[in-house]
């Protein structure tokens, strides 16, 4: 078991439980707060500032503003203050005996452990997906979603820029997992990285991924960070976190999908003998 998780747990079974709550608290600001500013920070200053020019021709539609900048890293500071907060008490579930966050690996199987990880990454994005259209319902966008939606052009800072009604809905769906499902420490620390990994991706900007991705037949089935691009630019449509069966089931995925993804991802020119460029 992790130190901190030890301490954590030491700590949410002394008296004094409010007291404990603060500290256990402020241990889950710094342990979610430095997963985000690391992913964040290696995915902004790669993509934008670092491959900046050499990424222009893969830009989605614009590079966000400063503005933008400040507005999402303060958004996703109140989203990690509801986080920790949420995690706090799932601790104390875990405590308590309500939910199962095991230690040994082999403690459900191997076949468990190896299957969990999958099995709560699929269910993750089906929350995520019926929880997102929930939030498009005209009310809830106007006094909720809406924050999200500010940043047309979203950076990698705007992974949790959310109003803390929807952080607490998004930060619920790991205790709601946990409910249904025992799982192992380190597969929840591995959700927990493929999460904030893949959500700073997906908010960057720029495509990064290889040319004809969107149009594989595997490649096709994850969501891009074109995908969700789109989603900010329209407001409409393209509502999936992780995959893109969901919108291709309920036809909510965007028509231009995969032609503006292959406008992100133009086919890179190499001079011929003769001066002319050709296609690679
Ligand atoms: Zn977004
Ligand atoms: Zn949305």
Redesign the pocket.
Known sequence: MPVWLHDTLAALASPGLWRSYRHVWWLNVVDDGWRYLVSALVVWGLLHVLLRRRLAHRLIAGWPSNADLRREIAYSASTLAVLAAVNSVLLAMVVGGVVEIYADPLGHGLAWLLLSLPVAVVLHDAYFYWT?RL??TPWLFRRV?GV??RSRNPSPWAAFSFHPVEALIQSSALPILLLAMPLNEYVVIAFAVHQIVRNTHGHAAVESLPRGFARHWLGGRFVTTTHHHL?HET?QGN?GLWFTWWDRWCGTERRDYLERFDAATPPRHRPTVDGAEAAA
Request: glycine share 0%.
């Open positions: 997102h939030l498009h979603h999200h939606h989603h407001a509502y």
